[in-house]
């Protein structure tokens, strides 16, 4: 069956950083669309950032914008978030999730359902 299994949380201090990995066992990885998302306590799942199948395509939202950074490895079927100058408001649960569904020719979407499989999420707490 189809399992994303995240990985890198934890506690840091303001202005650190974090690596978060991603790794998708049972799916088509190469061909399946991968984003990060994150929900803080008695807040909705937002988007964080997506990459597109072959890598070429990479979105973030506007508060992570130049300092996280996203990637895959195909050969590894691993996506990554790397996450510098972390800040209080970046505290969350950290999930990644898989979209095999959005055509290949169509931007990677930013809606949660839009993405099909998800992992279980990562901790991410940053103190000041």
């Known amino acids: 069956q189809v399992q994303l299994v995240e990985s890198g949380g934890g506690l840091v201090q303001a202005g650190g950083s974090l690596r978060l990995s991603c790794v998708a066992s049972?799916?088509?990885?190469?061909?399946?669309?991968m984003a990060w998302f994150r929900q803080a306590p008695g807040k909705e799942r937002e988007f964080v950032s997506s990459?597109?199948?072959?890598?070429?395509?990479?979105d973030y939202a506007d508060s992570v914008k130049g300092r996280f950074t996203t990637s895959r490895d195909s050969a590894k079927s691993t996506v990554y978030l790397q996450m510098n100058s972390l800040k209080r408001d970046d505290t969350a649960v950290y999930y990644c999730?898989?979209?095999?569904?959005?055509?290949?020719?169509?931007?990677?979407?930013?809606?949660?359902?839009?993405?099909?499989?998800w992992g279980q999420g990562t901790q991410v707490t940053v103190s000041s």
């Open positions: 999730a898989s979209d095999i569904r959005t055509p290949i020719w169509s931007q990677v979407p930013r809606r949660v359902s839009a993405y099909d499989y």
């Open positions: 990459i597109s199948r072959n890598g070429g395509q990479i």
């Open positions: 049972g799916l088509p990885f190469s061909t399946s669309a």
